[in-house]
């Protein structure tokens, strides 16, 4: 294997998953239950169809920083993804504390995305069994946040507050066993992904209203700060929806003839969600008016109530659940992998390196996230989505669009068997995009103190770490 600076210490795992497999893995973890309960969210967010630039602009994003993955991950197809590509691209001791931090906050920010899609079944499940939508408990937490006052964390359990936290526990309990299994359990997930998707859309298509679909209020358009605002909601919204491209990129060590799947994998998985997600949208929007949309709570359900009648409306939400639990059990799948190939090469918690003597698989990493994803059932899903996309822009993406540029001025020769199509513009449109989603929201300031408050505590973790092994 060619010299990439970073060691190759992830024997034990098995390559047993080809492109049509990480394809299948990439696209369910990007489509789950996510758009299906942010439509109504997006739609809030500009108050109109105007909306749907969140979504174009949020594809264009994506596909500019798949491709920085696409570079990064056909160069160093290991484990752990960004635990490897940080202490390649920065030098010394930099790029140790940008690996340890990485994998720090996706301590957080990893369940937090799972906790998303098993609250998201909880969610769909209630129209089914309305029950599940009763409040049992309710506390505010106040939090002084310097330069925006106080602010309040919000934990309310209701009766689908335990069902969501099963669900993680079924993900774990599934992923409980070797990766040639899990390959074909993501195959046949990704049928009933796509398949709900497609249906979808083909019953908004064939009942299509164009004139509804851009009623566009008066100044919808215009330039004021209202609409940049807006857009930067919008776009966390879509950039929440579209992640999971990269989820291949964690399994590197795990992936046949990695220097060509990887790319295409990423590549492809952003293209046919784009196209869905796109599609979707503008049928959904041309079929019902955009005020109702803004309201639904199970819009997938409520717009096939409005089309099919009930039984479809109770078919699509069943299918729903199917949605949402394929995409938790490929978050968990490819989150478990990081913390074990950081703490492998010595650069996280030793008992994240174990493997299962007999499974091959990192169990000690897959059991502490899934417990962790348990815990933040509890919080609200619109604090769950800004909490964990703010943490891994400030935290991993800004650092790794960048580094990608330092890496390549640093080491010209470094093998790079795919390269960054128009190089350096889209790893720079990236960076920008990112920023401009972080910052031009809503109460950004709450979100970039935590995402700081996070970086702080990773911060001084590593230095203790450090120092301890100094003097060992």
Known sequence: MADTGVRESTDHLVRGIGLGEATALNMIDMIGVGPFITIPLMVATMHGPQAMLGWVLGAVLVMCDGMVWAELGAAMPQAGGPVRYLRAMYPGRAGRWLSFLFVWQLTFSAPLSMASGCIGFAQYAGYLWPSLMNTIASTKLPIPIPGAGDTTIEFTITNGTFLAMGVAAFAVLLLYRRITVIGRMAAFLWIGVVGTTLWI????VTHFNAAQAFSFSPGAFELT???FTGLGAALLI????????????????EIRDPARVIPRAILLSIVGVAAMYLTMNISILGSMPWQEVEKST?????????IWGPTAANIVTVLMLWTAFASVFSLLLGYSRVPYAAALDGDYFPVFARVHPTLQFPHVSLLVLGSAAIVFCLFRLADVVTALVVIRIMTQFLAQTLGIIVLR????????????????VPAL???VGYLYTVVMRPKSIQSIWLAVLVALLGTILFFARSRERAAA
Not at 201 to 204: H, K, L, N, T, V
């Open 201 to 204: 859309i083909a019953s908004g």
């Open 225 to 227: 700060p209202a609409f």
């Open 238 to 253: 879509a950039v929440y929806d579209y992640w999971g491209y990269y989820n291949v990129c964690y399994l590197g060590a």
């Open 298 to 306: 199970f819009i997938a359900s409520d717009f096939m109530a409005r």
């Open 409 to 424: 001025t640093r080491r010209p020769d470094f093998p790079r068997p795919f390269r960054m199509w128009l190089y350096p």
């Open 429 to 431: 449109l990236a960076f």
